[in-house]
């Protein structure tokens, strides 16, 4: 600390030049903000050791640079992203400097504290408006970095705030209020066990401020102290008095009961003690408990904080296994209901969220007293398309309720079924709230309100007329295309509870598969799937699975969809079937349809963990599969045989390395590329798989972006921008040889003569391709040491400003990145060749006749130009070029050219 921490200068006549170095290393350290490591570390230093400045205005200048420094955005992105492999070396410098500055800070603070509050010490020797500034950075930081450092410094700067704050003397408010923000931020961002023992000096402060404090702010930021520990039940783990959680709640209720009290502290107390009881309720008596559920449940009463008080009530309901339930619902649920008829949406969202978990959590709440035709009233008033967040929330309140209070089933007979029954199919709030009407339509058979066989006609006519009006109106038909699969999800749910369901005239009356009949077809062979799932078998009713087989031949492109996801839910639920379906891939048929069964299959299999028999097998008959197939069907068996490698990497990855090696068919490369990429982007977690595919990556993309095989060439490259962007640790170790593989891919041309009409025009069939490569390229730079491979890639980067439009403003991009790149020192001896490819674009004149696409397109080009001459003469030594220096003397600084780029700098 003493190193770090220097003594102030005792001669003060400098402090004009003091505070102009600090602005200097700010914006040195601005500059560096994105890269930090060694640059940013060495500005740190000086600038925290003039926090002890004996000027004021060097204290506050310091403070100022410290907060623009570590609170940027790009030092946030890299401690949010801190365990990326491009960024682990700066982070490691990084850590240990933040964890310096942080412990500075608290020095800064003790000796600011320990001068104020001991006698004989004079209270100006510390700047307050710079002591406060301290406590805001400190608070600032420690919610940048509290996943990533200075966990045990934070609780230990916490200690030390207590200690100071609780010491006696005159502590000005102003610094009192920065220093409970700061201990706020603290308890909030760190676990109970960490900062209970550390917490206690302010627990007794805020404690003292909300009991007999006049200030407004320190009750305030006092409560908020308490709500966020609360939280996590830190008030049991507080060392001192036994009574501190019960003496916690009084606070809390004394603050909802002050007449003095604005709406900003009593919502606070709320939260604070729904908190209190949800996570430390056994340390109450029954008085406090039943007195602090009286205080929340009036505050419903109170316009200015009922939607604190439903959340508190909320929260408590659900927690405990409902143990206050029955206490809540009897003093909050006739409070509750009206709410819902205000037209404030938080208000009735947070009522019915209290309104649901009181149904599900208090049993008594079947001989309810309040009226079930008051209840469907005021919940039918949010029973809305037009919002979809109310009505999903409203549909999942009525089946709890439905569940629970048996006087509500005769009035949702009569009225809300058929009001659902159409919101179900109602293109706006279809997907999202399906879940919670499959809820409700299972509670109605349960209930016994209707039964399974009067919910499937309704839901079946329901969807008919959804399909009838999509095919009317063509503007609506995308919106609509999901009926069948909502209703047969809804069918299956209801069916699922039925115990006649064998016997359901639905299951054993199927629809006639002759065209004309496509909607009841699809959503029959979409329910004989998602049945199949809810009942863990494939024997929901007689011939099921022959019935699919056979939807499978449909003419209608939605019902060959719904029988490949059904035949893929009954692999799940009868993995012996898997062999049948494998069989079927030999029917060029049926081969769409079966790959994308399998595909469904098996990403099922790895979510819920079902066994699959021979992986192994089934990689080599899949990839054996896709010669000759659509493109559909290629991605569809290359997905599944990148999942079957996730779930058994030992077996699946052999096959996939026997097949990159062999290279005797282009189009099986080319899915075994894309299965590659597959599994190591969605199974980056997966040891086993990251240790079985690393081997692969250098054999793969190297010999597969050799290949003269287009198909296999572009597999490559879009395997390999997807991994360089998505799971670059992949691709770090073997990035140089791969980038040598690409600049020779960008090397690539194959031009034709195309005739339109009397123009003849040049098209360049590789032009997608370099493109890609282009974007490979950018994405791996930073991996590449300096030397000759970096060397290479920048000139095919000045090479591709002079490509087709889209790749020269990519080339554009990636020539800024590397200039802006630690390793921009190798551009000093491509200077010359860079300036020539960036002067063509300035000097480009259009013909008088360019058509308007040419002339946006040149306007494009020559701005990207000037953005690059710009981060080209940032470059250390750039600007001693002599090639360099007449170039912008002559071209960019005089000329058409100079306003803009001026308005650059």
Same mark, same amino acid.
């Given at each position: 600390m003493a190193t770090y921490m220097q003594a102030a200068d005792t001669e003060d006549e400098s402090w004009r030049l003091r505070k102009a170095s600090i602005r200097l290393l700010r914006q040195t350290g601005e500059a560096a903000v994105n890269r930090p490591g060694v640059v940013l570390c060495a500005v740190l230093?000086?600038?925290?050791?003039?926090?002890?400045?004996?000027?004021?205005?060097?204290?506050?200048?310091?403070?100022?640079?410290?907060?623009?420094?570590?609170?940027?955005?790009?030092?946030?992105?890299?401690?949010?992203?801190?365990?990326?492999?491009?960024?682990?070396?700066?982070?490691?410098?990084?850590g240990p400097e933040l964890l310096r500055v942080m412990g500075a800070l608290l020095g800064r603070l003790e000796q600011s504290f320990g001068d104020r509050t001991s006698v004989g010490v004079d209270v100006d020797a510390f700047s307050l408006p710079a002591t406060v500034g301290v406590l805001e950075l400190c608070e600032e930081l420690i919610e940048v970095a509290h996943n990533t450092f200075a966990n045990d410094l934070a609780a230990e700067m916490c200690g030390a705030l207590g200690a100071a704050l609780s010491a006696g003397g005159s502590v000005p408010s102003r610094l009192e209020f920065a220093a409970l923000r700061l201990a706020t931020r603290i308890v909030a961002t760190h676990s109970a066990e960490?900062?209970?023992?550390?917490?206690?000096?302010?627990?007794?402060?805020?404690?003292?401020?909300?009991?007999?404090?006049?200030?407004?702010?320190?009750?305030?930021?006092?409560?908020?102290?308490?709500?966020?520990?609360?939280?996590?039940?830190?008030?049991?783990?507080?060392?001192?008095?036994?009574?501190?959680?019960?003496?916690?709640?009084?606070?809390?209720?004394?603050?909802?009961?002050?007449? %003095? @009290? $604005? +709406? #900003?502290?009593?919502?606070?107390?709320?939260? *604070?003690?729904?908190? &209190?009881? !949800?996570?430390? =309720?056994?340390?109450?008596?029954?008085?406090?408990?039943?007195?602090?559920?009286?205080?929340?449940?009036?505050?419903?009463?109170?316009?200015?904080?009922?939607?604190?008080?439903?959340?508190?009530?909320?929260?408590?309901?659900?927690?405990?296994?409902?143990?206050?339930?029955?206490?809540?619902?009897?003093?909050?649920?006739?409070?509750?209901?009206?709410?819902?008829?205000?037209?404030?949406?938080?208000?009735?969202?947070?009522?019915?969220?209290?309104?649901?978990?009181?149904? %599900? @959590? $208090? +049993? #008594?709440?079947?001989?309810?007293?309040?009226? *079930?035709?008051?209840? &469907?009233? !005021?919940?039918? =008033?949010?029973?809305?398309?037009?919002?979809?967040?109310?009505?999903t929330a409203a549909v999942a309140t009525l089946a709890a309720c439905l569940r629970r209070v048996s006087a509500m089933r005769a009035v949702v007979k009569g009225r809300a079924f058929d009001l659902l029954v159409e919101l179900a199919h109602n293109p706006v709030v279809r997907g999202q709230a399906l879940d919670a009407f499959c809820d409700f339509f299972s509670a109605v058979v349960e209930t016994k309100v209707h039964t399974a066989a009067t919910v499937v006609k309704n839901i079946t006519r329901s969807v008919q007329e959804a399909r009838g009006a999509s095919a009317s109106l063509s503007s609506s038909a995308n919106a609509t295309d999901l009926a069948p699969l909502n209703g047969a999800a809804i069918i299956a749910r209801v069916l699922s509870h039925s115990k006649s369901r064998s016997k359901s005239p639905y299951l054993t009356k199927p629809p006639s598969l002759?065209?004309?009949?496509?909607?009841?077809?699809?959503?029959?062979?979409?329910?004989?799937?998602?049945?199949s799932v809810l009942t863990g078998t494939v024997d929901v009713t007689k011939g099921a699975t022959d019935y699919v087989w056979k939807a499978i031949h449909s003419s209608s492109p939605a019902v060959r969809q719904a029988a490949a996801r059904s035949i893929g839910d009954f692999c799940r639920s009868d993995p012996a079937i898997v062999d049948r379906v494998i069989g079927d891939l030999d029917d060029g048929i049926?081969?769409?349809?079966?790959?994308?069964?399998?595909?469904?299959?098996?990403?099922?299999?790895?979510?819920?963990?079902?066994?699959?028999?021979?992986?192994?097998?089934?990689?080599?008959?899949?990839?054996?599969?896709?010669?000759?197939?659509?493109?559909?069907?290629?991605?569809?068996?290359?997905?599944?045989?990148?999942?079957l490698a996730i779930l058994d990497p030992v077996q699946v990855m052999p096959v996939l390395a026997k097949e990159l090696e062999s290279q005797e068919n282009g189009e099986q490369l080319a899915t075994c590329t894309r299965a590659l990429r597959q599994a190591m982007v969605h199974g980056a977690d997966n040891a086993a798989l990251v240790k079985e595919a690393q081997p692969l990556v250098e054999g793969c993309f190297g010999s597969a972006l050799g290949s003269d095989d287009h198909e296999v060439l572009r597999a490559a490259l879009d395997s390999l921008k997807t991994l360089a962007l998505q799971s670059p640790g992949y691709v770090q170790a073997v990035a140089p040889v791969l980038v040598a593989r690409l600049c020779k891919v960008t090397e690539r041309k194959r031009e034709r003569k195309v005739k339109f009409g009397p123009f003849t025009h040049i098209v360049d069939d590789e032009e997608p391709v370099r493109f890609i490569a282009y974007e490979c390229l950018k994405a791996l730079y930073r991996f590449v040491p300096a030397g000759a491979v970096l060397e290479t890639l920048l000139d095919r980067l000045i090479a591709g400003l002079a490509d087709g439009h889209n790749n020269a403003l990519l080339c554009f991009s990636a020539f800024c990145d590397v200039c802006s790149s630690p390793s921009s020192s190798v551009l000093l001896e491509k200077v010359e060749p860079a300036v020539a490819a960036l002067e063509k674009h300035l000097?480009?004149?259009?013909?008088?006749?360019?058509?308007?696409?040419?002339?946006?397109?040149?306007?494009?080009?020559?701005?990207?130009?000037?953005?690059?001459?710009?981060?080209?003469?940032?470059?250390?030594?750039?600007?001693?070029?002599?090639?360099?220096?007449?170039?912008?003397?002559?071209?960019?600084?005089?000329?058409?050219?100079?306003?803009?780029?001026?308005?650059?700098?």
């Open positions: 230093r000086p600038v925290v050791a003039r926090l002890t400045d004996r000027i004021e205005s060097v204290q506050l200048e310091a403070v100022s640079a410290l907060r623009s420094l570590l609170t940027a955005e790009g030092l946030r992105h890299l401690l949010r992203f801190f365990a990326t492999p491009n960024v682990v070396e700066e982070i490691r410098w990084l960490r900062v209970a023992g550390q917490a206690a000096g302010i627990l007794a402060v805020v404690l003292g401020h909300v009991e007999r404090s006049s200030s407004r702010l320190l009750v305030l930021e006092s409560l908020r102290f308490i709500s966020a520990g609360s939280a996590t039940g830190w008030t049991t783990l507080v060392p001192g008095e036994l009574d501190i959680p019960s003496r916690v709640l009084r606070a809390c209720l004394a603050a909802l009961g002050n007449p %003095e @009290s $604005d +709406s #900003a502290v009593r919502t606070v107390a709320l939260e *604070a003690v729904g908190h &209190l009881l !949800a996570t430390s =309720a056994e340390h109450f008596s029954p008085g406090e408990v039943d007195s602090a559920i009286r205080e929340a449940a009036a505050g419903l009463d109170n316009e200015t904080i009922r939607l604190a008080a439903t959340g508190a009530l909320t929260e408590v309901t659900s927690a405990r296994d409902g143990q206050f339930a029955h206490a809540i619902s009897g003093l909050a649920l006739d409070r509750t209901v009206p709410l819902l008829r205000l037209r404030t949406r938080a208000v009735q969202l947070s009522a019915l969220q209290l309104l649901r978990s009181l149904f %599900e @959590s $208090d +049993s #008594a709440l079947e001989k309810m007293s309040y009226s *079930a035709e008051d209840l &469907l009233q !005021a919940l039918e =008033a949010v029973l809305t398309p037009d919002d979809l967040g109310l009505c002759e065209e004309g009949n496509d909607t009841e077809v699809e959503m029959y062979v979409a329910t004989l799937g998602y049945l049926l081969r769409a349809c079966i790959a994308q069964a399998l595909s469904s299959f098996v990403k099922t299999a790895l979510s819920h963990s079902v066994v699959v028999a021979n992986p192994a097998g089934m990689a080599t008959r899949l990839i054996q599969c896709t010669a000759g197939e659509s493109n559909d069907v290629k991605t569809a068996l290359s997905d599944a045989v990148g999942h000097v480009r004149e259009l013909s008088k006749n360019a058509v308007k696409q040419d002339v946006d397109r040149h306007q494009e080009l020559v701005a990207a130009t000037l953005r690059a001459v710009r981060v080209l003469a940032q470059v250390h030594g750039v600007d001693r070029n002599a090639s360099f220096q007449v170039f912008m003397r002559e071209t960019v600084q005089s000329g058409v050219h100079k306003a803009a780029y001026e308005a650059l700098l």
